[in-house]
């Protein structure tokens, strides 16, 4: 006998129905989320498209005004080092002035000193305090004076140099970053979405620790530009002050050098005059000599003339004591005889005595005349040292302005 198979399980028509039913609403309703969820997402497409759009712009925007203010700042950078490297080539122009008239100074210096040098070599009365010499320290002194100034402006000056230089260097080093950082905003700026070589950078939306603000940052170049501003003015002031130095001791140089010279001449004036009055006297001395050896010569002559007539009388009165007896009478002749012989001793005695005052006269006009010479010579030798050595070495001064 055949098993019986049992048949599948049955579903009423009504299952059958809701079922459909229930797959016409779920069906509906999936599509219908779905649908709501095209538009949706069409929707936050155009949306974030927009957005997206709209932020770009804001980034362009963004990039512009800060390309912008980058510009200016480069520009501001710009000027600043134009200015204080102009600056600079000034001041070292003026560093240079400064070491030429301080090296200028060198000839009129060693002048000086060699002038007061030579005039040590002056001999007796003539090695006097007198103005030349006066003049000569002063001179010294002031061409010392204004080498301490002059090195104290040129260290001044290579100081302003070397903060000018500074300056320069933050402004360069700020323009360098300024150069560089606009070469990568320009090309960030013209990056587009279809751009090559753009890509998917991991952890680059962030902020970076070592960042610093826009206040900062715009602070920083001021700070550099204001820095470099104030040196160029202090340098700008330092040159001033410089040219008013240079001018004001080349004009004292040029002034006691003048002073100087003209106590030279009027020294080396009356020293000629002097020599030349001395050697008036010393020719009239000589030609009182010449008078006065002439003047012993005839009181000698005239002590040997009185030799004869003495004799005559001595002779006359010896012979007449041989006279006799009555004879040997005090007559007038004997008493004239007498008198003779003291008249002939006296006049002996005068002219002895004047013959001696001739010759003490002539050992002093002797002595005046050594004198004299010798003075001579000392003023000779004056002149030689300031007419010939001194203004020989001084007229090739020539002190220009520095």
Known sequence: MAKLVQAPTRFTHQDWTTSNLTKYANAESERAAAERLVDESNRLSDETEKRTEKTQRDVNK????????????????????????????NLLAFKTRIEKALEATNEPLHIARQCLMNREKRKGIDLVHDDVQKELIKEVEAIEGVQALLQRSLEQATEQVRLNRKAKFQLEKDL?????????????????????????????????????SPEDWQDFSHENIEKAERERQSSVALRSLVDGILQQTSNDM?????????????????????????EDHLNKVLAQMAEMEENIARLQKAIQDKEAPMKLAQTRLDTRTERPNVELCRDPVQYRLIDEVHEINCSVSQLQERLAQAEASLKGLIRNQLSLEEDIDVKSNTLFIDEVECMGMRKSINIQNF
């Open 254 to 278: 040029r002034k006691q050098c003048r002073e100087v010279n003209i106590s030279f001449e009027k020294r080396i004036n009356e020293t000629k005059d002097t020599k030349s009055k001395l």
């Open 176 to 212: 360098k970053d300024k150069f560089s950082v606009l070469s990568i905003d320009e090309y960030c700026e013209q990056l587009r979405n279809n751009s090559p070589g753009i890509a998917f950078k991991q952890g680059t939306a962030k902020i970076e620790a070592n960042s610093v």
């Open 62 to 89: 963004k990039f512009q005004q800060r390309l912008d203010d980058i510009r200016y700042w480069k520009n501001e950078l710009d000027d600043k080092l134009a200015g204080i490297t102009t600056e600079i080539d």
